[in-house]
């Protein structure tokens, strides 16, 4: 049964938390932003995603970009994940502090850095996020420590052949929500193309689901096509994010000036 | 029974619409918003007000500024308006189609005045706006010319002494959703000084709601205190702006410093 | 030949000035951008359009997001269009002092409307421009008055009947390069939808071009999708305004979604 | 003896107000500010001017940064003046309310358009200026409509043939402060290239200082270099705009760089 | 006697530094803001607080947002402190160079921590400040190494148990000017929730000032109400941060509307 | 020959990449931004110099500012270099996602921070940075890993005695494109003042380029006036950074206002 829980933005009842959203037995499709500005961020959380990715590592978003781009999703009360540019808990911190429902924190290489990423999103015990939920916490009558660490999402990015080597280790650190995979990361740290479509990559990023699905962790993943998408959801993914507003927005402009210029 | 209605810009179907809000039989109490900035308006959208105004006239506030603070209002559901800075179709068109469910629009002094800005408001036959409602149709299904003339508040400011003495006429424009006292304002066409408290001025403005009332027409005044508040609704007033977040702010810090200093 | 003019505001002799693009013998398809943002624009800029407009009337657009999405599409060298959001010469000026090749006047019902719109885009002896074009003489060795009035395109919008009416008169008036017909405006004018599919409404506008060819006038119109693109292409626009970023994003998600969700 | 005024929004006795700077003995000069953002208008603020003008005319500034410009002014405590983008009721009142501690109107071509932006500057029965002087009250203990009104400098500027033939109607509109001539749009009218130097030109401006004086009316100026600043005080002017910081910025640049590659 | 200081950025010899304001006899009580934008932060410096902390921390504000609010500040010639993400030099030598007098540097945990943070505050030879006070020596003539060394203020805060544990060697780091204590975080590191007010809780915080004041340290601490502010001023704390302007408007809010609402 | 390459913004042929512009036979003298403004972004791009640096180290200027000033660079297609404010992998791959050509890194005391700068800049197997080059690829057909690698240029900045001392480690690390020496940083650090002119400060300094030279890494050097510039040029250097805009706005608005006041 769905609950309002904090972290979903929205005023009502009927808002989905990001934990409910990762966490059902339906995948989760999402909505990634890379373009800067509100409204398109309203836009993309109106298309009927089930989450919305601000990317603040490879987008041209920066942080007062990023608090609009917050408040521009929660119109739509879709819940807000934050990729931040580094594992850094300034950056982690300030996110959460702004109303995201949860991170995405890039080049988690060792259960170190997946124990670093996890305590700037938990406050003690359970790390070491610094109390000042600005944002996070208006219109939640009872946002607390607990509650906070309860909902907000903390999803580590294994995209390195030494991540992936050390995955078990990196899925059994406590706090550990979700391992979001980036497929060109990953291809290039195996020697391949950023859009390698080798066997070897291929296999290798098959076998992450049932790993994470072990240890109760979300397996999530970036895709850069509907097609991949389809891929990685046989494969066992439930957290699937779609093609960029960016990416989407230039194949569809290419197609329509082809189909006028034809 | 509460149904949505476009203008109103929640995704959920408990949303209240401004033309409800505005028509209801309990005083419907507006923050009004001079400090730019998207967090406060959240902020006063999330104070519990029946509206909200973003004051684009005295507040310092643009047109970027009016976008993100109409989303950050939209966070919460609360219907917002915007104050125009002048009787200017461009502005007005603007707002709307920025997603405002209404318009105040400064100095109507006749009824020649309240045509134009009423006209500014609606799609033909009703008045000339042009059609584009980028942000305003967003995520409304039936958006129509006749859906948005039927929704969007027209409220003119009456607020000099020859526009009051046409009152009659400028309520009988069709379209006129609601007059707006600009008590300040009204007294220094008066003659008087902007905090008048002269009986003269105060007689007149007790006058008003019965005319408006008379022709179906919302009676609004801004309140400069929780006193006035009081006062103005006793004399009829239903569509009651409470003192701005600037001078709220202003007076409560003030406050805390001489409780702290004493 | 090819020759570099000011408006056009690439760096290289292979610039083509807005003037050489709309008055080709091949159709000049536009793209359309009402998401604000620098980003954004380039991006549109960089997609293969002949021109590209920045819509500050039913864009989400003020003054300072018009100014860095002009010096966006300026990365790429194509020429770039202003939509003021109303026929006012303040609008207009800053539109074209921040380097705009061109400016599209919503609204333009009579021939005096045409003349206040050509005048406020030519210095004098032409019009009545201030002088003071910070950003247009940029980078322009031999900037003058003369070669500013013969470069920048004024196109005026005819989207009313009575507009359509005087069409005749409105093309005579000197100095106006482009009608520009807004097909939803023109609708509700008529009487019907803003998407309209009437045979009056399409009849009557596919009588422009001829009307504007005899005055040597350039007839645009905005096409709400590549099939509208075609017709009205064959109908003889050749200032066709391709589907905006918007439209184009958001129809593109939806489909994305629903080949995901199928 | 020099006192603080409102419109001076220093905040410390010593700081001059506009008026005063304008009707010392000595000639006022000013920096012209036209590159977007508070940081050059501080620089230019603390360089040493007897007053600073934020152009939003030619400028390319918009609401939001002009905000943000007259606050970097203020750090100094040195008068800010307003260029409004053309003689219109919102964009002055904005200015003012905003903390402008006067405005200079562009294009007054007749003594009713003076009438005009008189009364944006001044609240009745002086004019129609509408009550909500945000920012201009903040600091000023008595601030009043009268004090506003015997403080708010209103320049306008005359700058085309039919204006300069009515200077002495336009002197003698109440409320006038200042006329500020525009030479390259004075120059243009009369049939010149923008940088004239053609002796009538010369001639008709040199006699605008008499008119002003016999009015009690500051005679202001632009001056594209301090050659012609030296001239134009020589003849009279006594409110002396210096070039830009963009001019200024661009020569000194240039010559840096000529030095460097000699 | 006082005496200009760079770090004051006031224009006048009246300007009381930042260093002043701290160590004088009676207690120094700050404005604090979260709120993101200029104006509110002007309003904060006009209310008559001692000092203003731009709160980038848990505040919704960004790099460019804190510019302007120091410039902001900067108006009324309070000295204003940045308390800065996290203990990042980049972050404190951004704040410096843009004219902050001082930083408040979050989770200082350990002497080591305290080093780094305050050798981001000094040049050389007293730290590792990289020179380029871009805005903090405009209009400060004889701005040096030597006197910023002297004038900056470097507040650690000290928010957790290990680190109260160490307070000793803390505040015996050379450069230290002030131990700022997080009472929340403090508080979420015993064990407790972050409004705790558990008697060990205040034991241990009312301990603090009488280590602080044997080294010549400031005691400073962040005071969530006016009872609280005079609890710890009792306890010897001399560095007073009020309630944030988010606090206060929400406070006042809330009171106003139940006090309309009753 | 000239010939494009990624990393060179422009839109044409004939635009000279950074690393052409670098290793070119002749010095490149580069401007250098401090003001924050994608306005004076484009006048510096236009005034000819070979390079422009956005310094977001010391220059007043975050991530917004950054991306919109490397758009604006782009519309000239001068080569942009961004000096980051610290060794910070997040804010290293975010300018060059943005299309930074390259970067300057701060404080480079070591031949391990030498490593780790050069490693943001390169994609595996030569690095790690992170895959989505945002911006970086727009408009270049052919935009892989090993073409970004092999354009991108690292500079590390070399500015204190330790790291002088070390500087054939640091110039031995492979991918260090430049050696950027800060000659007020390395004042101090020799316990001079900023501006010191010390001969065995020059003698130091001008030991460098042989250096650099040995190891076909580029020689860059920071330059108050174009004395220095002179004289740095005579010793070797080849990458010669103008004085900043700021320095040249104030220098130049001094110069004027003496002249006037004479």
Known sequence: MLQP???????????????????????????W?????????????RAGFDWVCIDVQHGLIGYQEMLSMLQAVGVVGVPA???????????IMKALDAGAAGVIVPMVNSPAEAVAAVG???????????????????????????????????????????????LDEIVSVPGVDAVFIGPSDFALSMGFGPRSDEPEHRRQLEAVPAVCRDHGVVAGIACGSTELLERWRQAGYTMLAAPSDLVTLRRATAEMLDSVRR
């Open 5 to 31: 829980r904090p972290g979903g933005r929205g005023s009502d009842p009927l808002t989905v938390s990001l934990r409910e959203a990762l966490t059902s037995t339906k995948p989760a499709v999402g909505g």
């Open 33 to 45: 932003c890379v373009i800067p500005g509100s409204f398109t961020a309203e836009v993309m959380a």
């Open 120 to 166: 700037a999103c938990r406050y003690p015990p359970d790390g070491y996020r610094s109390w000042g939920p600005t944002r996070a916490s208006l219109g939640v009558a009872d946002y607390s420590p607990a509650l906070a660490n309860s909902s907000v999402i903390c999803a580590v990015m294994v995209e390195t052949v030494p991540a992936l080597e050390r």
């Open 81 to 91: 994940l934050v990729r931040v540019p580094w594992n850094d808990p300034g950056w």
